[in-house]
Each structure stands twice: as structure tokens, then as C-alpha cells.
């Protein structure tokens, strides 16, 4: 429990929030971020920075999720997120750590085999920026 309690452990738990919280498992991943930070305040960027890397690995294994579906799946995808998604393309994913329609979102983006790159840059800089508010908080 000690080493939980550590910089370094305490970046793991931190990384395993984000992960988890970017599935479909109801998860708040600020509310571990801003506790480590509260423990932690001298690992704002680090902190910060493995987040941004967990949750937008979260969000990439749902992307992967959507590039797996068969074409007949449209009709169980979020119609919000597909018409978001063909009006702003890969650019959209940057929302993807939204509540609810995140998830849509990234699967959405693997169905209609945005370019994978792209998702991944666009998906990590809108999660860099959430986490850089939260900390700012």
C-alpha cells in the first residue's frame, strides 16, 4: 500500500484510471488525477502527461473496437457521432473524452476508418487539454 502511496506508484494508479475511465467503464479519472496531484503537486507535468497517454491509449482500443465492426453495425452507432464525425472528420475525436458521446465518438471514427493517425493526435491533444484544466483547477 506504501508504494501506491509514492510519486511513481501513484503515476500507475493514475495511468490505470485513465485507461479504464476512457472504456465503457463509468470511471472518473480527474478525480484520481487531482488526488495525486493534491499528494503530489510537484508531478503536475508527469501526471499530466501519463493521463493524457492512458486514457488516449483507452480511446485508441476503442477506435480499434469500431475498425473491427462490419458495415451492417451502422444501425447500433450513435447517429449523433457519425454525423459529427462526417461533418469534422478525425478532428472530432478531440471531444472524445465527453461523457457518453466520447466513446460514441471513437468508435465511430474506427468505423468509418478515419485515418488512425490522425485520431490518435487529435484524440491525445483534446485529452492533454482537459487534464491541463483539471490540474489547473
Request: charged share 5%; hydrophobic share 70%; net charge positive.
Given at each position: 500500500m506504501e508504494h501506491l502511496l509514492s510519486a511513481e506508484g501513484g503515476l500507475v494508479a493514475?495511468?490505470?484510471a485513465s485507461l479504464l475511465a476512457a472504456t465503457v467503464v463509468p470511471?472518473?479519472?480527474e478525480a484520481?488525477?487531482?488526488?495525486?496531484?493534491q499528494m503530489h503537486p510537484d508531478a503536475l507535468w508527469p501526471a499530466v502527461l501519463?493521463?493524457?497517454l492512458g486514457n488516449t491509449a483507452g480511446g485508441m482500443s476503442t477506435y480499434l473496437i469500431g475498425r473491427l465492426l462490419p458495415a451492417r453495425a451502422q444501425t447500433r452507432l450513435d447517429p449523433r457521432a457519425l454525423r459529427f464525425l462526417a461533418r469534422w472528420g478525425s478532428a472530432?475525436?478531440?471531444l472524445g473524452w465527453l461523457p457518453v458521446l466520447g466513446d460514441g465518438l471513437?468508435?465511430?471514427?474506427g468505423w468509418l476508418r478515419c485515418n488512425a493517425l490522425a485520431v490518435l493526435v487529435c484524440m491525445a491533444l483534446g485529452?492533454?487539454?482537459r487534464y491541463v484544466a483539471v490540474a489547473a483547477i
Open positions: 493514475v495511468f490505470a470511471f472518473s479519472s484520481v488525477l487531482w488526488g495525486y496531484l501519463v493521463a493524457t472530432a475525436t478531440a471513437c468508435l465511430a471514427a485529452r492533454f487539454a
